[in-house]
């Protein structure tokens, strides 16, 4: 465990020399367990430090010359520390998904964004040794009757609960509906599970069953090929819950999530 005796050891990657300074000095005034330990003006150079200093936590730019911070990501097959994107465009998040992102912060940082981000951190470098909360077979099951049955459904079988008034239609990996008569909000207080997401007045998703979304179209994709939409008030809160799932999965459970066409991705 991270001590003010033992930082929180940070490298900070930016090709722009005024926005290294900005996080550094944010970190320094706002975040006390944390310690700048060197930067980095490019992605080469992040490298190498990275390899000889071995930080626990990377803050990174997205778009720099020559190698983008994403680019820089895909040349560690296994990562042993927390990546932070710093960047300007909200259209790179699903890219930071993909690669297991801790956070992702637009630029100008806001201070109290980065203090929110660097608690999480330090409480996840305390519960290391304590078992994370994912999705397992054998979870969480939840009674559902209708017609006159009863059916007994494990959460991770649920892709997404659709509401119509005062009825609501699971939609199951197996292909299975099954509808009851009960509101989205019922079946919210029903489920209490951390691995759903309202992301919409008529839609409850489990996260995992994302596959893609689009910011342009203001939609999620689901495994099932179902296209359902987020409410434009949601769409931030979703991006940050699809991120923070990230954060709580391991190795090969890790989302699958892509970007669509009309989002922009680097190659």
Do not use: W
Not at 129 to 153: A, C, H, M, Y
């Amino acid at each position: 465990m991270k001590t003010d005796n033992n930082p929180i050891r940070c490298l900070v990657v930016d090709d722009e020399m005024p926005a290294r300074q900005a996080i550094c000095r944010q970190i320094e005034r706002h975040c006390p367990s944390f310690q700048v330990i060197q930067t980095a003006s490019s992605a080469v150079q992040a490298y190498q430090l990275i390899q000889e200093l071995t930080p626990d936590v990377v803050f990174l730019d997205v778009q720099m010359p020559h190698e983008t911070g994403i680019q820089l990501l895909d040349r560690f097959k296994d990562r042993n520390f927390y990546v932070v994107f710093c960047t300007t465009y909200h259209e790179y998040a699903v890219e930071a998904l993909r690669r297991r992102a801790f956070d992702y912060l637009l630029k100008p940082v806001d201070q109290d964004d980065l203090i929110a981000c660097a608690k999480k951190i330090i409480h996840k470098l305390r519960i290391d040794d304590e078992p994370v909360p994912r999705e397992i077979p054998g979870g969480k099951r939840v009674e559902l009757i209708t017609s006159g049955q009863r059916f007994f459904v494990r959460h991770t079988e649920i892709l997404y609960v659709e509401a119509s008034g005062s009825y609501s239609t699971f939609y199951l990996s197996t292909g299975r509906r099954i509808t009851v008569s009960k509101n989205l909000k019922r079946i919210e207080v029903m489920l209490q599970d951390s691995i759903f997401c309202r992301v919409h007045n008529s839609f409850l998703v489990r996260l995992a069953s994302v596959q893609s979304f689009s910011h342009r179209n203001g939609t999620l994709h689901l495994s099932n090929g179902k296209d359902v939409p987020i409410a434009v008030r949601k769409r931030e809160y979703v991006r940050k819950r699809l991120i923070q799932l990230m954060i709580n999965v391991n190795g090969d459970e890790a989302l699958s999530v892509a970007a669509e066409a009309d989002t922009p991705s680097i190659q």
